[in-house]
């Protein structure tokens, strides 16, 4: 009976019916928020991403067909991962200082959204626990370089430190992760990731 009721909801989905796209939100609205929340530690930007993947979703019930809730939920998650990966992408580094490689790279491999999300999903997933490792004065001055994209002055005048040692912390804390994630496909991703480190 559940299973016919699941069908009969996406029927009304796929016809644009606003209480089904309501009882899917409900549904699932928790489950995206913290597949969102392990890559952004944000609550308040992971529930940004996740408003901005439900719309999509609406955006294009007539062309989507699910034929279960689940196919229905690998969508959302492949959808919010992607948008995810995106975000982390823009903070990160600024597009006028990757490097060559690093465009053919992303490039290359943004194919379609479920293959090229995955790949990535795995290794940003394990860039993000190899930094939550680090010890805390290294972890601190990593994560407001890379996540809030702060210049090494900046960093410097908030933590009243003078901008040497805030370099050498930076510096320590990409030798600590490039030593514990060998994955050759990682190294790719840490020159886009560091590459700014060699250009401030």
């Not at 928020?33 to 609406?58: G, M, N, P, Q, T």
């Not at 994560?143 to 994209?149: A, E, G, Q, V």
Request: contains cysteine; proline residues 2%.
């Amino acid at each position: 009976m559940k299973e016919q009721t699941d069908k009969e909801i996406l029927v009304a989905f796929s016809q644009g019916n606003p209480l089904a796209f309501e009882h899917i939100y409900k549904r699932f609205h928790t489950n995206i928020f913290l597949v969102a929340h392990r890559y952004i530690r944000s609550e308040e930007d992971a529930k940004d991403i996740r408003s901005k993947c439900f719309c999509k979703l609406w955006e294009l019930h007539e062309k989507l067909e699910f034929d279960s809730m689940g196919a229905l939920f690998s969508w959302l998650r492949a959808s919010i991962t992607n948008s995810c990966i995106d975000y982390l992408r823009s903070i990160s580094i600024r597009e006028s200082k990757r490097p060559e490689i690093v465009k053919r790279y992303w490039q290359d491999n943004e194919t379609d959204l479920f293959e090229a999300s995955d790949k990535e999903a795995i290794i940003i997933e394990r860039l993000l626990k190899e930094i939550d490792q680090l010890p805390p004065k290294f972890k601190e001055v990593f994560k407001m370089r890379w996540l809030h994209d702060l210049k090494f002055r900046e960093i410097a005048e908030e933590l009243e430190i003078d901008v040497s040692t805030i370099k050498k912390r930076y510096s320590r804390a990409v030798v600590l992760l490039k030593r514990n994630i060998p994955d050759s496909e990682l190294v790719i991703l840490f020159i886009f990731l560091f590459w700014d480190i060699y250009n401030n």
